[in-house]
T-cell receptor, first 116, second 115 residues
């Protein structure tokens, strides 16, 4: 089974702190994603990466950055956390390729971040 | 741009009731369509998918048919159980090739099934 793990299930930080959210997948997937999930807004894409050291902005990148130094690990960084970044953060990975078996995105359990 | 619109919840049903959650989309070409489910305290997991017009995806008693003419992918189940209580997300993946594996999600529909 594909496993996507996230470093913390719950995290509480203070305004202005630098926050690191870590995601690791064990299936050698090329593509990795960070979303935030908010009630009434669904999932919104923050950043994604289709290869090591490659990254692209999603729909809401402001206030975030990412790092992908190794294929299995994709980190989301909040340079200076703010209260409006309190949310559920979901990481996902997706294999590259054509065909039905490449048509599924696999999600981690999520990190609920509270910024006080 | 691409978009997915799904019926707003919450939806509350009694056990064994019939379920429909509507989903319509806007996209160019022939996107792949998905339903993901999120059980309480967990991440999303794929429930079913369809990759071309008139395809029917099915899993765990749930079904959805890709209707190109109405740009819809409605989720149905004939008899829901308490264990089906979750948030359901409709999503699409653009048909273009290359490295585009991004999904566009609807806002989610919370389903609660009472015994």
């Amino acid at each position: 089974d594909v496993k996507v793990t996230q470093s913390s299930r719950y995290l509480v930080k203070r305004t202005g702190e630098k926050v690191f959210l870590e995601c690791v997948q064990d299936m050698d997937h090329e593509n990795m994603f960070w979303y935030r999930q908010d009630p009434g807004l669904g999932l919104r894409l923050i950043y994604f990466s289709y290869d090591v050291k490659m990254k692209e902005k999603g729909d809401i990148p402001e206030g975030y950055s990412v790092s992908r130094e190794k294929k299995e690990r994709f980190s989301l960084i909040l340079e200076s956390a703010s209260t409006n970044q309190t949310s559920m953060y979901l990481c996902a990975s997706h294999p590259s390729g054509i065909g039905s078996s490449y048509n599924e995105q696999f999600f981690g359990p999520g990190t609920r971040l509270t910024v006080l | 741009g691409d978009s997915v619109t799904q019926m707003e919840g919450p939806v509350t049903l009694s056990e064994e009731a019939f379920l429909t959650i509507n989903c319509t989309y806007t996209a160019t070409g022939y996107p792949s369509l998905f339903w993901y489910v999120q059980y309480p305290g967990e991440g999303l997991q794929l429930l079913l998918k369809a990759t071309k017009a008139d395809d029917k995806g099915s899993n765990k008693g749930f079904e959805a048919t890709y209707r190109k003419e109405t740009t819809s992918f409605h989720l149905e189940k004939g008899s829901v159980q308490v264990s089906d209580s979750a948030v359901y997300f409709c999503a699409l993946r653009r048909a273009s090739g290359g490295s585009n594996y991004k999904l566009t999600f609807g806002k989610g529909t919370l389903l609660t099934v009472n015994p």
